[in-house]
């Protein structure tokens, strides 16, 4: 019976890396930092990276823009969060000013109006407004456009 030879560091580099975005997208710096905590030399991580780059698995730039609009999609997060969140997980600057200029600032604003419509009542008082206004800010939406979402919220509570 013959016997396989053990697996080069580039062979378990690139079986790890499959098994991880097997369930999940990931960014090239999650995929390094994936790799090293796995023990992995840097030029098989860089080899990993470069031959996962060539096949599109590994594309900073879809990953940017898939991750904002699910985020301000199914999340209802402003650009602020939606910004925090793309360079804590290592993606470049240009690419994350690439994937947030897809939405402007009235599409921002009716999601914001939108997330108030359906988590809080109409804001009758300064106590709900801060409510109001506290919520947005947590989701990422810059003070000012927050301010605003919170204001409409109000007129449109009373035209009701």
Do not use: N
Not at 16 to 42: C, H, N, Q
């Amino acid at each position: 019976m013959i016997e396989e030879p053990p697996p080069t560091e580039g062979q378990r580099a690139l079986k790890l890396a499959y098994r991880t975005l097997s369930t999940r997208d990931r960014t090239v710096a999650e995929m390094r930092a994936f790799l090293e905590r796995k023990r992995i030399g840097p030029e098989a991580i860089d080899h990993c990276v470069a031959e996962l780059t060539a096949a599109r698995l590994l594309d900073d730039e879809r990953f940017a823009r898939l991750f904002a609009e699910d985020k301000r999609g199914i999340e209802r997060w402003g650009s602020q969060r939606i910004e925090r969140d793309l360079r804590r997980r290592g993606v470049p600057d240009h690419l994350i000013g690439a994937a947030l200029a897809a939405t402007d600032r009235d599409d921002e604003l009716a999601t914001a109006m939108g997330l108030l419509s359906d988590k809080l009542p109409p804001c009758e008082s300064d106590r709900d407004r801060d409510r109001a206004w506290r919520l947005l800010v947590r989701k990422g939406y810059e003070p000012e456009l927050a301010y605003e979402a919170v204001r409409e919220h109000g007129r449109q509570a009373e035209r009701a």
